[in-house]
């Protein structure tokens, strides 16, 4: 920082004296922000200024900060800080409809002090320079003001005049009904370095980091039917709304639907068929019981339209049976080696003797007869095959015996 020398215990100070200290604090004060800020030399807001309809008269508006104090910095390194707020601002055209822009402007006024009020009258000169004993200021006082403009008329205002606003929001003028519609849109904040290792994790609180957002604004249009290029965060939203538009298959994105996601979309059902899970202990095996005239559906899942049904113990569903024909052939109490020949295949058969010992079924050219036998038949070894106990129904039958097990073949 550059200085002034007071070396000389008495010494003569001139305007330009203080104008160069003036001139030093300022620019070690703008050295400053340009390291710690990523726009230092933008209109920007810091904090608060924020737009809500007037809680007095709801047609017009009103300026509040929501932490207390609000700040903003211009192009010029001019920084405002205020607790005020500014209440019952007017539209600049009330017409209904009309959008009306909201700005801070800052500005400066040169003026003089007057010594016997000890107030600064803006625009007088009444200070004597003693070089040659003419008037001027001596005083240049940093101001600001809430202005509102529609389109037409910003797009009026000189180069210089724009460089002094600084926007804070826009509303939708209503005559002289309550204002609804106010948006945040093109409001400009600070942009603040973060230094390299300048955040610890001791920093942290252990309950969680949040950064609170405060430039996150409602959408001011929502488009179900996008079909633009996102640019802003509003197109994002409208493309996801038009998806779930299309998905739904309805006329707009958030209306009503008596059904899933699985009704709208028919492609949806094309990933998850019908079935039940491959898991073993979930398979929903089906077994017959002892009798052989029901079976047991044990517990497990399965995917049914698209959702997940669930079997939580076993079940017992009784079968019914169509009437079949039923041959009895032999009706001696006990024969050996004995033959008997059935005409043509029957769908059952049953044996009236108190034990069966083998039993052997061919064809009428003595080859092994198979067909129709589907449960526990081996093709390729002996025809005298093991029959299983809950297969038979005479109650003269006893294990162990052999025989050839086929569909429910031996009744009584």
């Excluded at 009503?256 to 699985?262: C, G, K, R």
Aim: aromatic share 10%; glycine share 8%.
């Amino acid at each position: 920082m550059n200085k002034i020398v007071f070396d000389a215990k008495i010494q003569n100070l001139y305007s330009p004296d203080y104008e160069y200290l003036q001139d030093t604090i300022d620019t070690e004060i703008k050295k400053v922000f340009r390291q710690n800020i990523q726009n230092p030399f933008a209109n920007a807001i810091i904090k608060g200024f924020n737009i809500r309809a007037s809680l007095t008269d709801p047609s017009k508006i009103l300026i509040y900060h929501e932490t207390g104090y609000g700040g903003v910095i211009t192009s010029t390194g001019e920084l405002i800080e205020t607790g005020n707020t500014v209440d019952l601002i007017e539209a600049s055209d009330i017409t209904p409809g009309v959008v009306n822009y909201v700005y801070i402007r800052v500005y400066s006024v040169y003026g003089t002090f007057n010594k016997k009020s000890e107030t600064v009258e803006d625009g007088v000169q009444k200070n004597i320079d003693l070089y040659d004993y003419t008037k001027t200021y001596d005083r240049l006082t940093v101001k600001w003001e809430i202005d509102v403009y529609t389109q037409s008329e910003y797009l009026a205002l000189s180069d210089a005049l724009k460089a002094e606003l600084i926007g804070l929001g826009s509303f939708v003028a209503n005559g002289t009904n309550p204002i609804t519609e106010i948006s945040a849109a093109g409001r400009v904040y600070i942009r603040t370095f973060i230094q390299q290792d300048s955040i610890k994790t001791e920093m942290i609180s252990s309950t969680g980091f949040i950064i609170t957002q405060h430039n996150v604004s409602t959408s001011e249009e929502i488009d179900d039917h996008y079909t633009g290029t996102p640019f802003y965060l509003q197109d994002d939203m409208n493309e996801v709304r038009t998806i779930i538009r299309e998905i739904k298959g309805t006329a707009n994105y958030d209306d009503f639907i008596d059904n899933s996601l699985l009704t709208s979309d028919s492609s949806a059902n094309k990933l998850h068929g019908n079935g039940v899970l491959a898991d073993e202990w979930d398979e929903l095996e089906v077994i017959p019981n002892s009798t052989g005239l029901a079976v047991i559906v044990k517990s497990g899942k399965a995917i049914v339209r698209g959702g997940v049904a669930h079997v939580l113990q076993n079940e017992t569903r009784l079968l019914t049976l169509a009437p079949q024909t039923n041959y009895q052939v032999g009706d001696w109490v006990t024969r050996t080696g004995e033959e008997h020949v059935v005409g043509h295949k029957p769908t059952s058969f049953s044996l009236s003797y108190q034990n069966v010992g083998n039993l052997k079924i061919t064809d009428i050219y003595n080859e092994p007869y198979p067909e129709g036998f589907d449960e526990g038949i081996d093709y390729k070894g002996s025809q005298e095959l093991p029959i299983h106990p809950s297969r038979i129904f005479h109650r003269g039958l006893e294990a162990p015996c052999t025989a050839v097990s086929g569909r429910t073949c031996w009744r009584r």
